[in-house]
């Protein structure tokens, strides 16, 4: 049994080890275009992350039987061919799910407190100030709308815990089928509307691909916070470029467009309007623990059959 993973590098330091005992096991740091092929050749079991699994990739597999994906997301597997030539698709669900709610409040916080600005004015300013204090406008969550763009498992989570800050929760269904009587449901537009925090917890898929446009980001209301860490590709990214050369709104986005984004990426312009990080909602400690735990797990079941 042959065992390719193909972005291990993605993944960090773990313990690839207890892998091996299902065969012989091969590390790639990162796999290119131009290499995808001749390494998928004679693969039975595939680990991907990010690199993409479409028709081509399975046709040049000649003995692939299973792709586990190293993710909860499966958009980058062409799942209807695997299915049509037999092969299995397996990902792992909810193994970040409390490394994402962390980082979204890591963020929410950081925008609603200010801390990159403050923090620049301690270390710029602060020595030389005629007061013990700076006052800048920043405010409570408590009494404020917190509104949920999907409501799996993590924008549930979420929901609670603002909640607990003292927030209204609301939030808006992208597949129309995820119901809670903890919270009330409404409309896209209502939530953009009224919301002075916005987060975002949903796939990438027909329903959310741009789904925050130029027109539904316009609504949003000055001095609100919109946080995503669902999918780059839900916000339009040079639809809020726009908006935010002309509205004071505060950004946190941990998911891109384009992932790593170029050097030129327009939203860094708007320094005090935005606290980036790199993709890492998924990459505590223990969640990638949880990931390679549940990878081992799924593929022990399969070899079992």
Request: include cysteine.
């Amino acid at each position: 049994m042959k065992i390719k993973v193909l972005d291990a590098l993605t993944l960090g330091d773990v313990n690839w080890e207890q892998f091996k005992a299902f065969g012989d096991l091969k590390l790639y740091e990162t796999t290119n275009d131009n290499e995808i092929y001749r390494r998928v050749k004679d693969a039975d079991i595939l680990i991907t992350n990010k690199v993409v699994i479409d028709k081509n990739v399975i046709d040049n597999a000649e003995n692939l039987k299973l792709i586990q994906v190293a993710a909860t997301g499966t958009n980058n597997i062409d799942i209807e061919y695997a299915n049509s030539k037999g092969i299995a698709v397996k990902n792992v669900s909810g193994y970040s799910t409390d490394s994402v709610v962390q980082l979204t409040f890591a963020l929410v916080l950081g925008l609603v407190c200010k801390i990159k600005y403050f923090d620049n004015y301690s270390r710029k300013t602060y020595p030389d100030s005629h007061i013990f204090t700076r006052i800048d406008n920043w405010f409570q969550i408590k009494g404020k709308r917190w509104g949920i763009i999907g409501l799996g498992n993590i924008g549930k989570r979420v929901g609670k815990i603002a909640e607990s800050f003292g927030a209204e929760v609301v939030y808006y269904s992208t597949s129309g089928l995820n119901n809670d009587n903890r919270f009330k449901r409404i409309e896209l537009e209502e939530l953009l509307k009224t919301s002075e925090i916005i987060t975002i917890h949903a796939p990438l898929n027909n329903n959310t691909k741009g789904l925050l446009d130029y027109e539904k980001l316009s609504l949003i209301k000055e001095n609100a916070i919109i946080v995503n860490v669902g999918r780059g590709g839900i916000i339009a990214e040079k639809d809020l470029y726009k908006i935010l050369e002309n509205k004071d709104i505060y950004v946190g986005l941990d998911v891109y467009e384009k992932e790593p984004f170029e050097k030129d990426f327009g939203l860094l312009k708007f320094e005090n309007k935005t606290l980036l990080t790199p993709h890492i909602a998924w990459t505590s400690v223990e969640a990638r623990e949880n990931l390679i735990n549940g990878m081992y797990e799924n593929i022990k079941d399969f070899l079992k059959k």
